[in-house]
């Protein structure tokens, strides 16, 4: 209840920004209808307007619709028919870009504009590739991965937000997972690093300037690195003081330590790369 002025206020922004997204995307839609042809490529004039709304180069919208068209049958692989048809979450979860990350469900979700928020266009596509690349701007990646741990859509991140994130972190193994009580020291800790107003929720003002300290935030140019990455800062922010037992200290010792690991191979997964074929077919 501490928070209905600050969640109000977030609501209303998101609903701002929603709004925006749909006139965005309506726009871009009729343009499309008019500027598409029954060919493989995205018109230049598309490609313009595609570039303004994003944080993408003409190389990297051409590639992203590429690979959206690989995920349509045949007879929908047209640019028309490409920028009307959705695909579904098990569709875009195949790709080896989000297969392996620990939040993709939630990804997926978070840029849908279905009204079940089980399908991508391509537009929502091109949106999730825009806010995880090197040039977006840190309060965009910040306002996405606040939503992507926001797992149950309310505009805060409480203990129960919390609880799935370091969750999706370590694991459900019993080698890796924690005790009731150890995730509830674990969370004590965040909130007492992060919950600046102290109300038991962390809203997005504070998850920004809590994130704001971590020297590596603004680097982040991909899903993996971003969301490992913010989410391993507050992991490990909270977990030296969480642990005071020699023996909670050596379990999280292990499962950091696992997660370090498993943080540091981000860099090999696959990413969106242009493949020399797609580059030689690319305008200078």
């Not at 840029?111 to 091109?126: G, I, N, Q, Y």
């Not at 609880?163 to 999706?168: D, F, I, W, Y």
């Not at 499962?255 to 797609?278: E, I, K, M």
Request: charged fraction near 25%; charge should be negative.
């Amino acid at each position: 209840m501490g928070k209905s002025h600050g969640a109000g206020h977030l609501s209303c922004r998101w609903k701002e920004e929603e709004d925006l997204r749909s006139e965005k995307s309506s726009r871009r839609s009729a343009r499309s209808a008019a500027m598409g042809g029954s060919g493989s490529r995205l018109s230049k004039e598309l490609l313009a307007e595609y570039q303004d709304l994003t944080f993408l180069t003409k190389q990297e919208i051409l590639l992203a619709h590429r690979r959206f068209c690989e995920l349509l049958p045949q007879e929908h692989r047209g640019v028309e028919e490409s920028l009307q048809v959705r695909v579904s979450l098990e569709q875009i979860l195949s790709l080896p870009e989000l297969k392996a990350n620990p939040f993709k469900e939630r990804i997926c979700k978070v840029f849908s504009t279905s009204p079940t928020r089980d399908s991508l266009s391509f537009e929502d596509f091109l949106d999730l590739l825009s806010v995880f690349s090197d040039t977006a701007t840190p309060d965009i990646k910040s306002h996405y991965a606040f939503r992507i741990f926001d797992f149950d859509d309310d505009g805060t991140l409480n203990r129960e937000d919390l609880s799935q994130l370091v969750n999706c972190l370590t694991g459900e193994g019993e080698d890796t997972r924690l005790s009731a009580s150890e995730m509830k020291q674990l969370i004590d800790n965040i909130l007492e690093e992060s919950d600046i107003d102290r109300d038991g929720t962390i809203n997005l003002s504070e998850f920004q300037h809590v994130i704001s300290r971590s020297p590596d935030f603004a680097r982040y140019d991909h899903s993996s690195h971003l969301l490992h990455g913010v989410s391993l800062f507050f992991f490990f922010r909270a977990a030296p003081t969480a642990y005071g037992g020699s023996q909670a200290r050596g379990r999280i010792g292990a499962v950091a330590a696992g997660l370090c690991h498993s943080h540091s191979n981000v860099g090999s997964n696959p990413r969106l790369r242009p493949t020399p074929q797609l580059r030689a077919t690319l305008d200078p």
